[in-house]
T-cell receptor
Framework: KNEVEQSPQNLTAQEGEFITINCSYS?????LHWLQQHPGGGIVSLFM???GKKKHGRLIATINIQEKHSSLHITASHPRDSAVYIC???????????FGTGTSLTVIP | GAGVSQSPRYKVAKRGQDVALRCDPI?????LFWYQQALGQGPEFLTY????????KSGLPSDRFFAERPEGSVSTLKIQRTQQEDSAVYLC?????????????FGPGTRLTVL
């Protein structure tokens, strides 16, 4: 059983489209992270959320603690946004992260 | 450099060989994590250090896997008698303290291929 589920697994969009990636989790958490992983492995932390909403440039992340759900939105998508986006939750019982399997995003010019 | 570094970036091993993967966390970071990422999967937790203390090694898949951080900075993940199923990207991450609000910074990973 996966503690963290992401959808969709794969997503192809035209440049300029609005993109939403969803994450649901089944455990108690102290924080949720959205991570970006480019081909070649490097992982960059985009957001850390424990409530509400955060915005950084064209990226918006929201979390609903009651529903155990988070979304990552990309406005005006661009080919350079092409990457794998991973949702990760930090358990409220310790320092363990649980990761989703990632959403592979391809933005076509 | 200011980030987490890992070496080697790529490692090819014959089945049965021992390998050692190195992680240099950001200077001063107390917490260090190792993750294993199989192809097409999200990372999975292996082990966690706070300074030199290994506080959680529940994710290590077998006793062939061993991690250490003897001086509370650089960490080494050792895999003995490698098997094909060990092929994966091994990611290291560090964070400043142990608080849940601290950001985890990831290294570029070591891609291990066992033939």
């Amino acid at each position: 059983k996966n503690e963290v589920e992401q959808s969709p697994q794969n997503l192809t969009a035209q440049e300029g489209e609005f993109i939403t990636i969803n994450c649901s989790y089944s455990v108690g958490i102290s924080a949720l992270h959205w991570l970006q992983q480019h081909p070649g492995g490097g992982i960059v932390s985009l957001f850390m959320l424990s409530s509400g909403k955060k915005k950084h440039g064209r990226l918006i992340a929201t979390i609903n603690i009651q529903e155990k759900h988070s979304s990552l939105h990309i406005t005006a998508s661009h080919p350079r946004d092409s990457a794998v986006y991973i949702c990760a939750v930090l358990r409220d019982t310790g320092n363990q992260f649980y990761f989703g399997t990632g959403t592979s995003l391809t933005v076509i010019p | 450099g200011a980030g987490v570094s890992q070496s080697p970036r790529y490692k090819v091993a014959k089945r049965g060989q021992d390998v050692a993967l190195r992680c240099d966390p950001i200077s001063g970071h107390v917490s260090l994590f190792w993750y294993q990422q199989a192809l097409g999967q999200g990372p999975e937790f292996l082990t966690y250090f706070q300074n030199e203390a290994q506080l959680d090694k529940s994710g290590l898949p077998s006793d062939r896997f061993f991690a250490e951080r003897p001086e509370g900075s650089v960490s080494t993940l050792k895999i003995q008698r490698t098997q094909q199923e060990d092929s994966a990207v091994y990611l290291c991450a560090s964070k400043l303290r142990w608080l849940s609000t601290d950001t985890q910074y990831f290294g570029p990973g070591t891609r291990l291929t066992v033939l």
